[in-house]
């Protein structure tokens, strides 16, 4: 292939990237009550922005390109699957925003980010917020694994544009092997898990990126990315940040509560 074609087709890949970032919820289910009490709404100016979850009484992971700069705008809300039942107990402000140093777009791999919460979360068994555990170690998920994924987004493909869902939706997604997930992309991927999107009517799309992907009760994976905007399965794999390549970046910095450059 010559150097101006692959320019053209990198163009072209980037840009349906770029167009999809986020994860509506596509063809999945309403969440139960209290099943994942993990999951955070990451809002700027009290709007909806992104997913995440809690891994420490004061830090919330999430995706390195959601929209959020400045942490005097922002919050997260903590404690309930249904967004409009959020109050001010229920939201907390965020201290410091710690992105991957190496982040630069979606395609690099380092689609990772922390946020420091401005006072520690309550935690026990009385309590309506829980800590979802990181594995240990670098995984080697099998193919056609089943795991989860959660969201606020909307749930129908071709209507994000018309805001985010109040309940929290959650969708089972199987394991696709990172060769055939590449190969079906055309790109190099690092540092990713791909699951779902692929032969299936159901995925990620618009709206809710840094959920986790959920495997053996563990946030194994961050939403990354999806295949253009338009979200109607089957598709190309739906593409996650594998948190267990990042395990030493993120000890750190739940170890010194700050920032690693």
């Known amino acids: 292939m010559h150097a101006l074609q692959k320019c053209f087709l990198v163009t072209a890949v980037t840009c349906l990237i770029q167009n999809a970032l986020g994860s509506e919820i596509i063809n999945g289910k309403k ?34 390109h959601c929209p959020i700069e400045n942490p005097k705008s922002l919050s997260v809300v903590l404690g309930t699957h249904d967004l409009r039942k959020a109050d001010k107990k229920m939201r907390y402000g965020v201290k410091m925003i710690c992105r991957h140093p190496a982040f630069k777009n979606v395609t690099n791999g380092n689609d990772i980010m922390l946020l420091k919460l401005s006072k520690k979360v309550p935690l026990g068994d009385k309590k309506p917020v829980k800590l979802i555990e990181l594995p240990i170690q670098k995984l080697n998920l099998k193919e056609n694994k089943i795991c989860s994924v959660a969201g606020w987004g909307p749930t129908e493909p071709g209507k994000h544009r018309s805001g985010y869902v109040n309940e929290l939706q959650v969708l089972n ?24 999107g692929y032969k299936a009517k159901s995925g990620i799309c618009q709206g809710d990126s840094g959920g986790p992907l959920i495997c053996n009760k563990l946030a194994v994976g961050i939403v990354s990315f999806n295949n253009n905007n338009s979200c109607k399965y089957p598709d190309v794999p739906n593409v996650y940040t594998d948190i267990s390549q990042f395990l030493p970046w993120i000890t750190d910095i739940l170890k010194k509560k700050k920032c690693k450059g």
């Open 31 to 64: 969440a139960e009550e209290k099943s994942m009490q993990y999951m955070a709404s990451v809002q700027n100016n009290t709007e909806h922005k992104c997913g995440g979850f809690l891994v420490s009484k004061d830090f919330v992971m999430t995706a390195a």
């Open 173 to 196: 997604v199987p394991i696709i092997n990172k060769d055939k997930c590449q190969k079906l992309w055309g790109i190099t991927l690092k540092n990713v898990i791909c699951a779902g």
